[in-house]
């Protein structure tokens, strides 16, 4: 006889065949004791804890021992709202699994890990079974509550458990008083505001996703009135971020970085420091080397600290000229600017040649600040209107 297929309450119903597990009360329900650090290896490479309370998801490894005591890996969700709390306990993930799985009130979700019953782990809902209907204000609400008990996640870590947490990895749902090991990660894009809506949840995977383009930095969103010049640095290699998935536009940019900048536009990149030199070792041998330094301090204390435009400007002024003639710039370039009077006469030439190249534009209350700091956002757009000579035309 043919069987009907049972429809699963997630955030709705999942249309899936039910392979029933029995919950083991939490250990760790109201606290933060971590039932995954006493649990002996049980075959599976993993252990996942869902902190319910902050809607975080800790996953623990193999550690000495056999114990899953080495957090691996952490994840924002969204547990269940009132009256529909996640349920407490310790489950095991079953073979039910489903690419896309079809809700009750006709939306989907994908990614569909089956660990109690009626209760998953997937990703945010969309509109249709396609990838760019993405309900945006699902997603926005990712580490409140919002599911009616299954655990939502990012695209990307909804998949990591479909593809890597096989039937039989444990799940200890529990209420912590802090997030976890690893604490409570942000979604990739904090807030996808009507403006930045395209459909598509930020980390899905796929080639056709708008927002594969986006920059590895967390703190460089699309929106923001830097990006597409933070890209085109990036890009072309003149500039790095500091580090793994940071670009810290609003820093100051200092005489170390604005050395690395001419390097990588004279030399077509960075060069990895040897093993016990400062990260612009480098680029300030090649700078000394070849004048850009000349009258300029250049000591530990004056590398670290914030480069003054006109410095800048004279620093990529020498850079260029390693790279082509100058032609002779316009002498009244500078005069519609209410502060040229300002500039150092070491900087005056640089900062013409700048101006009238384009380089360099003016605040709206027309000053060029040359004294000023700039922010390494801002340098990112004065080179977005630099166009070295392999680039130039």
């Given amino acids: 006889m043919k069987r009907k297929p049972i429809r699963l309450l997630c955030t709705a119903l999942c249309a899936a065949a039910l392979i029933g597990v029995l919950p083991v009360p ?140 096989p039937p039989g990895t444990k799940v200890t749902v529990y209420d912590g008083k802090t997030a976890g090991a690893l604490g409570k990660p942000q979604t990739r894009i904090p807030k996808i505001t009507a403006e930045l809506a395209n459909g598509w949840e930020p980390t899905d995977p796929r080639a056709e996703n708008p927002w594969q383009e986006m920059l590895p930095f967390s703190d460089v969103l699309p929106g923001a009135w830097y990006y597409s010049a933070v890209r085109y640095v990036c890009e072309r290699g003149m500039m790095q971020g500091t580090g793994r998935a940071s670009f810290e536009p609003d820093i100051p940019l200092s005489r170390a970085m604005a050395l690395q900048i001419v390097y990588n536009i004279v030399n077509g990149g960075a060069k990895k420091a040897e093993k016990g030199q400062p990260w612009y070792a480098s680029a300030l041998d090649w700078a000394a080397a070849n004048g850009l330094t000349d009258g300029l301090s250049v000591d530990a204390a004056a590398l670290d600290g914030p480069i003054p435009r006109e410095e800048f400007t004279l620093v990529l002024y020498r850079a260029d000229a390693l790279l082509r003639a100058h032609p002779s710039p316009d002498p009244a370039a500078l005069e519609p600017y209410r502060d040229a009077g300002q500039i150092s006469p070491f900087a005056r030439e640089a900062m013409l040649w700048a101006v009238d190249q384009g380089i360099l534009q003016g605040t709206p209350a027309g000053k060029l600040l040359p004294g000023s700091p700039t922010s390494r956002a801002e340098m990112a757009a004065i080179l977005s209107r630099y166009a070295p000579p392999e680039t130039a035309g």
């Fill in 26 to 165: 939490a250990a760790a329900a109201g606290g933060d004791y971590i039932a995954a650090a006493h649990t002996k290896n049980n075959g599976s490479p993993y252990y996942i804890m869902v902190n319910r309370a902050a809607d975080t998801v800790t996953v623990y490894t193999l550690g000495p021992g056999g114990y899953y005591t080495v957090p691996f890996k952490a994840m924002i969700c969204s547990t269940g709202r009132s009256p529909h709390a996640t349920p407490l306990g310790t489950y095991t993930v079953t073979r039910s699994k489903k690419p896309w799985c079809y809700m009750i009130d006709g939306t989907y979700a994908q990614y569909s890990t089956q660990f109690n019953g009626q209760v998953l782990f997937h990703s945010v809902c969309y509109r249709k079974k396609d990838p760019s209907t993405l309900i945006t204000e699902e997603y926005n609400l990712l580490g409140s509550k919002a599911s009616l008990g299954c655990v939502r996640l990012q695209v990307e870590d909804a998949k990591w458990i479909y593809d890597n947490c």
